[in-house]
């Protein structure tokens, strides 16, 4: 069984441009929830997407956006980008319901120049 | 405020030297404890469940314990290929997952 994929896996932008992550979940999982991870604060939550619709939502700005789309694959988008979103971005999928049995990708490492 | 916290930072260990890793929280709700555990480069890997105060769960070298204000994982007789960063996570009441810091774990043979 394949595990979550993400795409890109490493990427350089710089301030002020746009990115967008691609993340395919294990098959069958319906819920997919993306994190931020840095040194210093850890995996922050970002959202969560099940069946197409935003369930959860963590406390980021709204240059952070995602969507989910009907074959369960998501994407996250970070607009006008700043030095502080340099980070491993991690997806992870579940099949379902209120559980933290969570399945993660390898991530999307994004520096900001 | 809604917080984990783990201790110590990091952990520096004698092949075979066990010893424990601790996951405090606050968190309104608790819907259950969770450990990870993330090698450099990867994202985590799903070990645990804890729904209650009491539970334990093990595998391998590893047995993770459970009380109502922190969760302790114990590493008897670890081998180098236990090295990892230890993370724990709560599940919220409104079903978000608050991760602590982690525990670097270095395991010397």
């Known amino acids: 069984k394949a595990g979550v994929t993400q795409t890109p896996r490493y990427l350089i932008k710089t301030r002020g441009q746009q990115v967008t992550l691609s993340c395919s979940p294990i098959s069958g999982h319906r819920s997919v929830s993306w994190y931020q991870q840095t040194p210093g604060q850890g995996l922050q939550f970002l959202f969560e997407y099940f069946s197409e619709t935003q369930r959860n939502k963590g406390n980021f700005p709204g240059r952070f956006s995602g969507r989910q789309f009907s074959n369960s694959r998501s994407e996250m988008n970070v607009s006008t980008l700043e030095l502080g979103d340099s980070a491993l971005y991690l997806c992870?999928?579940?099949?379902?319901?209120?559980?933290?049995?969570?399945?993660f990708g390898e991530g999307s490492r994004l520096t900001v120049l | 405020e809604d917080q984990v916290t783990q201790s110590p930072e990091a952990l520096r260990l004698q092949e075979g030297e066990s010893s424990s890793l601790n996951c405090s929280y606050t968190?309104?709700?608790?819907?259950?404890l969770f450990w990870y555990r993330q090698d450099p480069g990867k994202g985590p890997e799903f070990l645990f469940t804890?729904?209650?105060a009491g539970e334990e769960k093990e595998k391998e070298r590893l047995k993770a314990t459970l009380t109502k204000k922190e969760s302790f994982l114990h590493i008897t007789a670890p081998k180098p290929e236990d090295s990892a960063t230890y993370l724990c996570?709560?599940?919220?009441?409104?079903?978000?997952?608050?991760f602590g810091t982690g525990t670097r774990l270095q395991v010397f043979p």
């Open positions: 992870a999928s579940r099949f379902g319901g209120a559980t933290g049995e969570l399945f």
């Open positions: 968190v309104s709700g608790l819907r259950g």
């Open positions: 804890l729904y209650s």
């Open positions: 996570a709560a599940l919220h009441n409104t079903d978000k997952l608050i």
